[in-house]
């Protein structure tokens, strides 16, 4: 199966205290671009999060947002910095002493000094943060790439039915030349007749003129060389996976047959029938811009 190159996809999860929301986006782009936004503080988990992306995707502008939240208590340690404490005791009670003032101290009071606590926070294991986050990231990248695969199928059934098309386009130049020739041949009898004023006409001029014609007009290799693209374009859409560059360069050869079809002849008809094969490549192309 082929998938788009748009997509988006969303996960939270809560673990180990901590609640982690992915989102992951992406447009087309020639390459693979991808850019994490995350907080800073856990920016050893970015190199671990890009792999597992590069893992899934091979082609897209893709963004990847993730936050993090403390859902419960963390392992913080607060306890005294007594000597601290004990200086400032010591001070005020020397205070209350020399001045004649009142003694109020108080646990309240004393708290007012942040520095007589010491807080002790255990850092965060990297390695397991890392794997937490990840974690929620495969979640969110399933969900991303359900949503590529059913646009995915939308667009191949969509190159299916335009590949049909063009190949009935073709099997219409193939019946037009040789009506194309007959017309051609008649058209020059009747104007040999006409220069000459005479019924007797050379057949062997005729049909060496008409064999020239023939050849210039000749359109038989480059419906056969269409037909094969054709097979090939269906042959990659049944295959799946990342066809989009394939399938640019596969339209540059399809193109290039139609051009050569519509340059040679002077007919009317075919000309418009060229023109729909056109129309209906161009029409891939924007299609295939979506493909990853």
């Known amino acids: 199966m082929i998938k788009s190159m748009t997509g988006y996809g969303r996960a939270v ?9 992915v989102e992951i986006r992406s447009v087309n782009n020639r390459y693979l671009d991808c850019t994490v936004k995350l907080p800073r503080i856990f920016g050893f988990a970015e190199d671990g999060i890009k792999n597992a992306v590069k893992q899934s995707i091979s082609r897209g502008k893709v963004d990847v947002y993730i ?4 859902t419960a208590g963390t392992d913080t340690k607060i306890s005294l910095n007594r000597p601290v404490l004990e200086g400032y005791l010591d001070v005020m009670q020397t205070i209350a002493a020399d001045y004649g003032v009142r003694n109020d101290i108080s646990v309240s009071s004393l708290t007012r000094f942040s520095d007589i606590f010491v807080v002790e926070k255990q850092e965060d294991d990297e390695k397991q943060v890392t794997e937490d986050i990840l974690s929620v990231v495969a979640q969110a990248l399933e969900k991303y790439d359900a949503m590529r695969t059913v646009e995915g199928a939308a667009l191949e059934a969509d190159l299916r039915s335009r590949s049909k098309t063009i190949l009935g386009l073709v099997e219409k130049v193939e019946q037009r030349s040789p009506i194309t020739l007959a017309e051609y041949r008649t058209r020059l009898t009747e104007k040999m007749q006409e220069v000459l004023q005479s019924t007797n ?8 003129e008409a064999a020239i014609y ?3 007009i000749a359109v038989d290799e480059e419906t056969v060389r269409l037909r094969s693209h054709l097979s090939q374009l269906e042959t990659m859409l049944t295959n799946g996976g990342a066809i989009g560059r394939k399938l ?3 339209l540059q050869e399809l193109n290039r047959e139609a051009n050569t079809i519509g340059s040679k002849g002077n007919d009317l008809e075919q000309a418009r029938t060229v023109v729909e094969i056109k129309a209906e490549l161009e029409k ?3 299609q295939t811009q979506n493909i990853e």
């Not at 999860?13 to 929301?21: A, D, F, G, H, Q």
């Not at 936050?67 to 403390?70: E, R, T």
């Not at 006409?201 to 060496?208: H, K, P, T």
Request: charged share 35%; net charge negative.
């Open 201 to 208: 006409i050379d057949e062997s001029r005729i049909l060496q």
């Open 284 to 286: 891939i192309r924007e």
């Open 248 to 250: 640019d360069f596969l």
């Open 13 to 21: 999860e809560t673990i180990n205290n901590r609640e982690i929301t």
């Open 214 to 216: 023939c050849d210039k």
């Open 67 to 70: 936050s993090v939240n403390v």
